[in-house]
């Protein structure tokens, strides 16, 4: 139950995911997003 409290005072504070994963995991999936990104705009 505090896991699940925690997640939604974390909504309410603007704490996403990423902000807890460690530096090197995060610039991975900012990388990840950006390809994708980009790749949607090429295809719209």
Do not use: M, P
Request: contains cysteine; charged residues 30%.
């Amino acid at each position: 139950l505090a896991t699940c409290i925690q997640h939604e005072i974390d909504h309410l504070n603007g704490v996403v995911f990423i902000d807890h994963l460690s530096r090197l995991k995060r610039d991975r999936v900012i990388k990840k997003f950006s390809k994708a990104r980009k790749l949607n705009k090429a295809l719209a």
